[in-house]
């Protein structure tokens, strides 16, 4: 048995896959918003440690797909605008990913006022001023990111930020199709609730408040999803 899991031949992607996933992650995450520019192939190659060819091959793919553009006439490559109606990967998992985000972002959360140092506290005012002056999805998608990456990177445990990355990446690419005013108004509400414990070193009271946001959340999602005709699992 040991031999059979040692010996078991390894599924290693070439490297340019390496790339798309990180691009097409940066795109779901609101790192990178529709019409963005691409920093340079020379810049994306020697911060990501591979080849030119490696990222050529990578915006390739990912040109093929409608996610970035090469605009006629100008240089560099852009997040294609209508990246919304492109990110269709909604894979019907969307109950599972808020039952692990309700794990593991409550513990963060909770080492987050544990740990958290006067410069974090500063970084979260900036996510919620951000997502309290965002007028749409984009900018909405990209400080409610830095907002709950923040506070994993406050955990001080990269497991647990490694985990709430993915877990976001996997199920906020269909809701750029749908109004966010809810979601919106909520989620100022719930961070705001989650950064008063938080600055209060409240461990239990930012655990409760991260675990009330993100259920608030959820029933919003799902309602979303319902009026949009999806099918959600319970």
């Given at each position: 048995?040991?031999?059979?899991?040692?010996?078991r031949p390894l599924d290693a992607p070439p490297a340019y896959a390496a790339v798309v996933e990180r691009i097409r992650r940066a795109v779901t995450l609101g790192v990178?918003?529709?019409?963005?520019?691409?920093?340079?192939?020379?810049?994306?190659?020697?911060?990501?440690?591979?080849?030119?060819?490696?990222?050529?091959?990578?915006?390739?793919?990912?040109?093929?797909?409608?996610?970035?553009?090469?605009?006629?006439?100008?240089?560099?490559?852009?997040?294609?605008?209508?990246?919304?109606?492109?990110?269709?990967?909604?894979?019907?998992?969307?109950?599972?990913?808020?039952?692990?985000?309700?794990?593991?972002?409550?513990?963060?959360?909770?080492?987050?006022?544990?740990?958290?140092?006067?410069?974090?506290?500063?970084?979260?005012?900036?996510?919620?001023?951000?997502?309290?002056?965002?007028?749409?999805?984009?900018?909405?998608?990209?400080?409610?990111?830095?907002?709950?990456?923040?506070?994993?990177?406050?955990?001080?445990?990269?497991?647990?930020?490694?985990?709430?990355?993915?877990?976001?990446?996997?199920?906020?690419?269909?809701?750029?199709?749908?109004?966010?005013?809810?979601?919106?108004?909520?989620?100022?509400?719930?961070?705001?609730?989650?950064?008063?414990?938080?600055?209060?070193?409240?461990?239990?009271?930012?655990?409760?408040?991260?675990?009330?946001?993100?259920?608030?959340?959820?029933?919003?999602?799902?309602?979303?999803?319902?009026?949009?005709?999806?099918?959600?699992?319970?």
């Amino acid at each position: 048995m040991s031999e059979d899991f040692l010996l078991r031949p390894l599924d290693a992607p070439p490297a340019y896959a390496a790339v798309v996933e990180r691009i097409r992650r940066a795109v779901t995450l609101g790192v990178l918003l529709p019409g963005d520019r691409l920093p340079p192939e020379r810049t994306l190659a020697e911060g990501m440690q591979v080849s030119r060819v490696t990222v050529r091959e990578a915006l390739r793919v990912l040109q093929g797909e409608g996610l970035l553009l090469t605009k006629r006439g100008s240089s560099g490559t852009i997040v294609s605008p209508s990246v919304a109606e492109l990110t269709d990967d909604y894979d019907g998992k969307t109950a599972e990913v808020f039952e692990v985000r309700l794990a593991v972002e409550t513990m963060a959360a909770r080492l987050a006022a544990e740990r958290g140092r006067p410069t974090d506290l500063q970084v979260l005012d900036s996510c919620q001023a951000a997502l309290e002056s965002s007028t749409d999805i984009h900018a909405f998608r990209r400080a409610d990111s830095n907002f709950h990456l923040a506070i994993a990177r406050m955990s001080g445990n990269t497991m647990l930020s490694q985990v709430i990355e993915d877990t976001r990446a996997s199920v906020f690419s269909r809701l750029d199709r749908s109004n966010f005013a809810v979601i919106y108004e909520s989620s100022s509400r719930g961070h705001a609730d989650v950064i008063a414990a938080i600055k209060n070193r409240d461990p239990d009271a930012a655990a409760a408040a991260m675990a009330a946001h993100i259920e608030e959340a959820r029933d919003e999602v799902m309602a979303v999803f319902s009026e949009l005709g999806h099918e959600i699992p319970e």
